[in-house]
C-alpha cells in the first residue's frame, strides 16, 4: 500500500492546524494549503513540524495542476468563515467572501479541481445540517457541499462536529466559548436525565480531539462514504 499523503485546506485554522501537527506526529506526508497572500505564522511551524507549504491560488486551473502534479491520497477541506469575518472580507477587498462563496465555493472548486483523481475527501461540515435545504446560510453552503459530494464521484467522509471549542483560538471568539460552556452545562443535565444521545451529539469538542478523529475516519476504509457525526469525532 503506497504511503498515504495529505492534501490539507484551512490548515491555518483552528481544526486545520492540529490535523497538520497530527499528521506530522504520526509521520505522514502532509501539504498545508495557505491562501497565496497569507502572512500566518503558520507557515514557518508547519515548515518546523516538516510539512509541505503549497500557497496554490484559489482559481480553478491552478488548484487542479497543483493536485495533479502530486496526487494526494486524501484531501481535507478544512475551511470556513464566520459572519464576522465575512463582513470584514467583503469590505476590505471588494470581493464576495460569504458562506455561499467562500464554504461553498471554494470547497466545491477543490472538489472539482480533482477530475479523474479519486483521493479520499474529508469534509469538515457541522452539526445540524438537514437533509432538505435549510434557510440559514450557514447550514445551507454545508448542506450543498454535502449534496456535492453524494452527487459526485470522489470518495469523501463528512465531519460534522458540533461546538469546536478551546482556549487557543486566534480571534477570541467570547460568545462561542461561552455559548459552549452553558450547552455543554445544559447538556450535562440532559445526559443524567437519560438523554445522552442528544448530549453527545450536541456538546462541544476541542480542535485536538476532533483532528485526532479526522485523521482516524479518514485513513478507515469503512468510513468512506459516510457522514460521521459528532458523537463519533471525539477522540480521546
Ligand atoms: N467553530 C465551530 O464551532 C464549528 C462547528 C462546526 C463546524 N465548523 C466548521 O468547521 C470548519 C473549520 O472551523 P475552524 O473553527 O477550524 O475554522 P477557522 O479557525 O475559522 O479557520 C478557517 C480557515 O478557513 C480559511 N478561510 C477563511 N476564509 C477564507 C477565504 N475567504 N479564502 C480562503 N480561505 C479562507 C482560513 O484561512 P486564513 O487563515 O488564511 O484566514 C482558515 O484556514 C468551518 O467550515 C466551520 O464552519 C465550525
Request: charged share 40%; with cysteine; hydrophobic share 20%.
Given at each position: 500500500m503506497t504511503p498515504p499523503r495529505f492534501f490539507i485546506v484551512?490548515?491555518?485554522g483552528f481544526t486545520g492546524r492540529e490535523v497538520v501537527r497530527l499528521a506530522r506526529e504520526r509521520g505522514i506526508d502532509t501539504v498545508a494549503h495557505l491562501r497565496p497572500e497569507s502572512k500566518s505564522p503558520w507557515a514557518e511551524r508547519f515548515e518546523a513540524l516538516g510539512a509541505e507549504i503549497d500557497r496554490t491560488p484559489w482559481e480553478a486551473g491552478a488548484m487542479a495542476a497543483t493536485l495533479h502534479e502530486r496526487p494526494p491520497s486524501h484531501v481535507f477541506a478544512l475551511l470556513g468563515t464566520t459572519k464576522a469575518r465575512a463582513r470584514e472580507e467583503s469590505r476590505a477587498t471588494?470581493?464576495?467572501?460569504?458562506y455561499e462563496s467562500v464554504d461553498f465555493g471554494l470547497t466545491t472548486l477543490l472538489h472539482r479541481a480533482l477530475g479523474e483523481l479519486r483521493p479520499r475527501f474529508v469534509y469538515l461540515s457541522s452539526a445540524g445540517v438537514p437533509d432538505h435545504e435549510p434557510r440559514n446560510a450557514y447550514l445551507r453552503a454545508r448542506y450543498r457541499v454535502e449534496r456535492a459530494l453524494h452527487e459526485g464521484t470522489v470518495p469523501f467522509t463528512i465531519a460534522r462536529p458540533s461546538i469546536i471549542t478551546g482556549?487557543?483560538?486566534?480571534?477570541?471568539?467570547p460568545g462561542e466559548r461561552a455559548g459552549a460552556r452553558i450547552i455543554d452545562g445544559a447538556l450535562g443535565l440532559v445526559g443524567a436525565l437519560g438523554g445522552r444521545k442528544l448530549r453527545d451529539r450536541y456538546r462541544s469538542t476541542s480542535n485536538t480531539q476532533l483532528a485526532a478523529a479526522l485523521i482516524r475516519i479518514a485513513l478507515d476504509?469503512?468510513?468512506?462514504g459516510a457522514v460521521v457525526e459528532s458523537e463519533d469525532l471525539r477522540e480521546a
Open positions: 484551512g490548515a491555518t471588494g470581493r464576495d467572501a460569504s482556549p487557543d483560538r486566534d480571534d477570541a471568539r476504509p469503512a468510513c468512506e
